[in-house]
């Protein structure tokens, strides 16, 4: 699991069967200081509750899928907590 | 599995349920000289591995969801072992603190 910021929304009208509900928000994954790495990617929200500027953590490949009620649907990222800290060593970031 | 070493630890209040009541790990990957390569991940702690610590990290699906016993959790990454002592090309590269 990577941590990621929500960015954005995306809204699609049209999806593939399984999909319907499934809410997707594009992400920036974060290197582990908070700081953007790699190309935003864009993740369905399985908590539900993730919206844009939060921390998330996001689950890739296979496992994002298990994350959401229909388990065998295409989707390869998935948001499966909010992030209230990250803790390191020697002191604690929001 | 990837070698790791336990940086520090997310706090989340509202999470897929499966990540309930389990301790959430970040881990700098290290390379063959035992030195962090740059990368990191965020695994599930199953055996109770703290800050500081070199980890064993399985990074895949179908191994995670054995781990914590749910055939259906969204997770990949897990903290499996705790390194004691790695030795790459007869020389040790890590030994525990």
Redo the contacts between chains.
């Keep these: ?3 990621a910021r929500v960015t954005g929304t995306v809204v699609a009208s049209v999806k593939a069967d399984g999909l319907e509900g499934v809410k997707f928000l594009i992400v920036q994954p974060l ?2 200081h908070g700081q953007p790495e790699g190309s935003p990617v864009v993740a369905a929200d ?2 539900h ?1 993730a919206g844009p500027g939060e921390v998330v ?1 996001i ?9 959401l009620p229909e ?1 065998f649907v295409p989707v390869d990222h ?1 948001i ?10 020697g002191g604690a970031r929001g | 599995m990837k070698v790791g070493r336990v940086v520090g630890t997310v706090v989340s209040t509202i999470s897929a349920p499966v990540f309930e009541g389990r301790k959430l790990l970040v881990c700098d990957l290290l390379d063959a000289a035992g030195k962090p390569d740059g990368s990191y991940l965020i695994a599930v702690d199953a055996v109770g591995a703290g800050a500081g610590e070199a980890v064993l990290i399985v990074d895949e699906g179908n191994s995670a969801r054995q781990v914590v016993g749910l055939t259906t959790a969204p997770i990949r990454a897990v903290v499996v072992g705790i390194v004691d002592e790695l030795t790459v090309d007869g020389e040790p590269v890590l030994t525990q603190a």
């Excluded at chain 1, 499966?80 to 060593?89: H, K, P, Q, R, Y």
């Design positions: 699991m990577q941590l290197d582990r399985a908590v509750m953590y689950v890739g490949a296979r496992e994002a899928a298990q994350a388990t998935a499966v907590g909010i992030v209230d800290a990250v803790e390191e060593l």
